[in-house]
């Protein structure tokens, strides 16, 4: 790791090769040659943090924003950018004067105190009875967007005619910037996997460049001879929608080499499977429960991550394992010994099956006695 001097350290330094120019000489505070020592120093240092900030700009693992863009690019990746929600199919239900049309632009908001906005891409033209159908898609990017079937929408500014708005189909695909830790995690399972000629790790790549994809996992075989069965993970732990799912599957068959038909490629919504840890944890001296706790959590969410890299298909259901969770308890820096480690309240291994993924819950630390 890279390390720079002090202020301090660059003024001692300043001064002893001023001294060695000039002879002995006053140079305490308030003399002249102490104050444009010491300023002359000042900038040093400022000019040595610029260096070690562009230092870490260059690393995957301190890198953000831009400069980690820059750093994953050299592997080909680049951030997943937010894309906005919409309805997949005309779902949005208008009626009022029939033979009237809805111009494409007409916006809808959803109601309270902070309401999300809507626009209508395409027209819409009420029919003889004055009903009609049409696509609705939000006018900022994220998950946000994401609405539900039944959400009761309002116009922005009033449409001469219309009666009621009703949203028959939830709107879907919204999704958030691609995180620096997740664009991090990403470019870490590219390098560290061998992807090539279609392997089960290539068909990870593939899902994980989709956005609102953040983990997939892959089994072969599984559905009969020649066949994939690729399960999604969707942002913040939730089940990806249908429309981020066909997206995958799409980009998936676009990339993949010759091998399977469409009918041997399967593409699915996991479940997230809650895992929650509890254990007591005798503390060395001068550590707190809180850093512990934190060191703790960060290492279970490695270790349930590691998990998704299992790609054998003889292996649909996983353990998430008792004595490696105690293992890396006691792995802390700051942990002297454990007790009463349960998984999901029972002191064992939990299990979860081909279609789930498994996603850290709460981690519950005490003081043990």
Sequence with gaps: MMTIPTEDEIFNRLVAKYLSITGPMNVEEGSIPYDFLKVDAMEHAEGYRYILALYYALWVEYAEGENLDLAVSTQGITRKMATKARLPTPQLKLTGIPGDKISSGSRFMTEGAAPLFFVVPEDINLDGSGVGMGLLQAEETGQKGNLKAGMKLLPVQNINGLQTIELLADLEGGADDESDPDLRSRYWQKVRRRATSGNAAHYIEWALEVPGVAGARVFENLDGPNTVRVVLLGQNGTSPDATIVEAARAHIQANRPLGPGDDGIFVVAATPKIFNFYAKAKLAKNFDLATVTTAYEATLAEYLLDLLESTDAEE??????????????????????????????????????????????SVTLEVMA
């Design 316 to 361: 649909t259901i996983r353990p998430v394992v008792w004595t490696k969770a105690g293992a890396l308890l006691l792995g802390i820096k700051g942990v002297d010994d454990y007790g009463g480690l349960t998984i999901n309240g029972v002191a064992g291994n939990s299990t979860f099956g081909p279609d789930e993924v498994p996603v850290l819950g």
